[in-house]
C-alpha cells in the first residue's frame, strides 16, 4: 500500500519520534539569546563574526514609501547598502539579527507579532521544548515516491538543519512547530535554493505553502538586490505569488507573515473585493513579497502602482488552475506583457496537487530549464482521506444529507472539533441548500462569489471558529484553503472534473490528519464514473460494483482535462510527442524517473532506486 507523507504524522500520538530533524546543526541549538542588529555589509559572515551595531531608530526618510527604517541620514535611499532596495527594512536580515534594535518596525511601523504572543522568544523555547517530546514521526513518509526530472537536480535534505535557511527563518520554523520537512519540502526547497526553476506536484495538505515560501524568504534575506527605483509612487516588490482566490492569497500571506517575522522581510498582500486605497497605504510603506490575487494586481499594474521588474521570485501557487482557461490571459499579462523581469532572470516556482499534461506544456513557457518534482502520482489524493460515494438521485440528495448530518450529531462529531464542507455546483444552490439546512436546526453558512468579500470572510471565520460548523461551498472554496478540523466533505455536487474532486477532498486529511470524503454521485455524473473509480483504487479505497459498472461503460475523460492520459502522471516532457515535435529545447534530458514503465498509466517503479527516492 502506498503511503502518504501524511501518514505517519498520525503517530504523533504514539511518541514514536523520530528526533533526528532537531539533533544537531542549527535546529538543536540553545534558545536564541536576542542578537544584535547586524549591519547590512556584514550580513554575509557569520553571525558570530557580527559584531553588534547601534540601532537603526532613525526617523522615517519622509519619502512616499517611507518608514522602514532607513539609515538615520533619514533617506533610505543614500548610500549604497546593497538590500537598499528592500524599502526600508533596516534590521533584520540573516543569521538571526532579525529583532535586535531594528530601524525599520521600530520606526513608524511595528512589525506586529503572527504568532499572537508577546513574549515570543520564550514562547520560542516553549514550543521547542514540546515539540522535543510530541514531535512528529516521518519516518512512515519514506515510501513515497518521488519522480524529479531535469538536469543536475540537486539531492534532497532530511532535516531544516541541513539547508542554511538563517537562524531567524529557523526560529519561525520551530515557532511553526515544524520539526522535519515534508517529503515536497525535502525535495523542493534545495532545488529552489540552488536558484532552479521548478514545476512542483505534491498533494493537497502537504506542505507546499512553506515549500516555496522558505526559499523566498531566505533568498531575500541574504540577496543582494540593486537599489530599487526612489521617489515614485511606484512600489518594486522582489518576489510576487501569485494565487486564484481572495481567500487563499489571505491564507499565504498570513502564512508567510509568520515565516518572515522578524526576518527584515515584508510581506503583503493584495486582493479584489477589498478596498485598494488600503491596500496602496500598505504598500507604500514597503514591500518585498506581494502575495496577489491576478485581477487586483493588474489593477495594480495598470495604475503603475507596482512595477515587476525588480522580481526575482515568482511563484504560482495552485498553478494549475492559474493556467486554465479562466486565468490564463490574466497571468500572460502579468508574466509576459507587463514589466516583469524575463524568465531566466527570475526564479519561477510552479505548485500545485493537479498538474494536467496540457497545463503543463503551457506552463513551460514561463519556465527556464526547470526541474520537475512529482510527489505521489500527479494529482493522487492522500490516503488519509476515506472516500465514500453513494448513488443519490438528485430529488434525494437532501434527506440523504441530513441523514448524514443526524449520524454525525449521533457519533458526537459535531462542532469546533469536527466542521463539515459540502460542495454544491451553484452559487443560487449554496444559498438555497444553507437556508434550508439553517430551518432544519444545523447552522451552516455559505461561501461563493456572489456574497461580498465582507461576507466570505465573515463565513470563513464562522465556520473555522465553529459557530456555524457546516459551510456550504462553490468551488471558490476548493483550492488551498487549509482549515483545520474539517472532518468531512461532502461532494452534495460532485464538480465535472477529477481534479477538482481531488482539491475539494483535499480540505481535509491535511498535515497527518484523517479525513472522510462522501461523494452523491448519479447519472449526470457519468462522466466521473471512471477517473473517479480510478483515483479511488489508486488510493486505497473500496470502489462500490455499481460504480466500477458505470466506469466501465463511460468512456474515458469526460471532461476531465488529463489530456486522455491516466492521470498525467509524471513530467510532460518525457512525452514522446514532446520530443518528437521539438518542442523540448528547455528539457536537458536528465532525471531521475528511469523506472518509469511508460505508457498509458506508466507507473511508479519503487523498485529502481535511480527512479526515487
Ligand atoms: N514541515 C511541517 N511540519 C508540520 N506541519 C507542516 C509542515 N509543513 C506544513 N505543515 C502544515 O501542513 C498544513 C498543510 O500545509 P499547506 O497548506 O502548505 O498544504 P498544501 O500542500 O499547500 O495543500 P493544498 O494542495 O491543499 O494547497 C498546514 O497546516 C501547515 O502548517
Not at 470524503?517 to 480510478?534: G, H, I, K, V
Request: proline share 6%; aromatic share 8%; charged share 25%.
Amino acid at each position: 500500500m502506498r503511503t502518504s507523507w501524511a501518514d505517519a504524522v498520525e503517530n504523533v500520538a504514539t511518541g514514536s519520534f523520530d528526533n533526528a530533524g532537531i539533533s544537531g546543526g542549527t535546529e538543536r541549538q540553545s534558545a536564541p539569546t536576542k542578537p544584535a542588529y547586524v549591519p547590512p555589509h556584514l550580513r554575509n559572515r557569520t553571525p558570530a563574526s557580527e559584531p553588534p551595531a547601534p540601532s537603526l531608530g532613525g526617523p522615517p526618510s519622509g519619502n512616499d514609501r517611507s518608514g522602514y527604517g532607513g539609515p538615520t541620514s533619514g533617506s533610505r535611499w543614500a548610500g549604497s547598502r546593497p538590500d537598499f532596495g528592500r524599502q526600508g527594512y533596516g534590521g533584520g536580515g540573516r543569521g538571526g539579527g532579525g529583532w535586535g534594535g531594528r530601524g525599520g518596525w521600530g520606526g513608524r511601523d511595528r512589525e506586529v507579532n503572527p504568532f499572537g504572543n508577546d513574549d515570543v522568544e520564550t514562547d520560542a523555547e516553549r514550543v521547542f521544548n514540546e515539540q522535543e517530546n510530541t514531535g512528529i514521526n516521518f519516518d512512515a513518509y519514506e515510501d513515497i515516491p518521488v519522480e524529479t526530472s531535469g538536469d543536475n537536480v540537486p539531492p534532497p535534505v532530511n532535516t531544516f538543519a541541513d539547508i542554511d535557511l538563517g537562524d531567524a527563518l529557523n526560529l519561525n520554523i520551530r515557532r511553526c512547530k515544524y520539526v522535519k520537512p515534508t517529503p515536497v519540502q525535502r525535495h523542493a526547497i534545495p532545488i529552489s535554493l540552488a536558484g532552479r526553476d521548478l514545476m512542483a506536484c505534491a498533494q493537497t495538505g502537504s506542505g507546499k505553502t512553506a515549500a516555496f515560501c522558505f526559499p523566498i524568504i531566505s533568498g531575500i534575506m541574504r540577496g543582494q538586490f540593486p537599489q530599487r527605483p526612489r521617489g515614485v509612487r511606484t512600489v518594486f516588490p522582489l518576489a510576487l505569488i501569485l494565487s486564484p482566490t481572495r481567500e487563499l492569497s489571505m491564507q499565504i500571506h498570513e502564512e508567510a507573515r509568520k515565516f518572515a517575522y522578524q526576518t527584515g522581510v515584508k510581506v503583503v498582500v493584495a486582493y479584489g473585493g477589498a478596498p485598494i486605497n488600503q491596500q496602496l497605504r500598505e504598500l507604500e510603506r514597503g514591500v518585498d513579497i506581494l502575495v496577489a490575487t491576478p485581477g487586483r494586481l493588474v489593477d495594480l499594474l495598470e495604475r503603475a502602482k507596482v512595477s515587476l521588474q525588480m522580481i526575482r521570485y515568482l511563484a504560482l501557487d495552485e498553478a494549475d488552475r492559474m493556467l486554465d482557461m479562466g486565468f490564463e490571459p490574466q497571468i500572460r499579462k502579468i508574466v509576459e506583457q507587463m514589466d516583469m523581469t524575463p524568465r531566466g532572470e527570475r526564479q519561477t516556482m510552479l505548485f500545485s496537487a493537479t498538474f494536467p499534461k496540457e497545463i503543463q506544456r503551457m506552463a513551460s513557457d514561463f519556465l527556464s530549464n526547470y526541474i520537475f518534482l512529482a510527489v505521489g502520482r500527479v494529482g493522487s489524493s492522500t490516503d488519509l482521506i476515506v472516500q465514500r460515494v453513494e448513488f443519490v438521485h438528485d430529488s434525494d440528495k437532501r434527506s440523504y444529507l441530513m441523514d448524514l448530518l443526524h449520524a454525525q450529531k449521533a457519533n458526537g462529531a459535531q462542532g469546533k472539533q469536527s466542521l463539515t464542507l459540502v460542495f454544491v455546483e451553484t452559487k443560487k444552490g449554496a444559498d438555497s441548500l444553507e437556508h434550508w439546512l439553517c430551518l432544519n436546526g444545523f447552522p451552516a453558512t455559505t461561501i461563493h462569489g456572489d456574497r461580498t468579500q465582507q461576507e466570505r470572510e465573515l463565513a470563513l471565520r464562522s465556520f473555522k471558529s465553529g459557530n456555524t460548523p457546516i459551510l456550504v461551498a462553490t468551488d471558490v472554496a476548493a483550492r488551498g484553503l487549509d482549515i483545520p478540523h474539517v472532518s468531512h466533505v461532502i461532494n452534495f455536487d460532485l464538480p465535472n472534473d477529477i481534479d477538482d474532486y481531488v482539491h475539494r477532498i483535499g480540505r481535509t486529511g491535511r498535515a497527518g490528519k484523517s479525513g472522510l470524503a462522501t461523494a452523491f454521485f448519479n447519472e449526470n455524473n457519468t462522466s466521473m464514473a471512471r477517473p473517479l473509480a480510478d483515483l479511488m483504487k489508486e488510493s486505497n479505497q473500496e470502489v462500490p460494483d455499481w460504480l466500477t459498472r458505470f466506469a466501465s461503460r463511460s468512456s474515458y475523460g469526460g471532461k476531465s482535462r488529463r489530456g486522455g492520459g491516466r492521470f498525467g502522471a509524471r513530467d510532460f516532457r518525457r512525452d514522446s510527442s514532446y520530443n518528437r515535435s521539438g518542442g523540448g529545447g528547455d528539457y536537458y534530458g536528465g532525471g531521475s524517473s528511469a523506472g518509469y514503465s511508460g505508457g498509458y498509466g506508466g507507473g511508479y517503479n519503487p523498485g529502481a532506486a535511480s527512479a526515487w527516492d
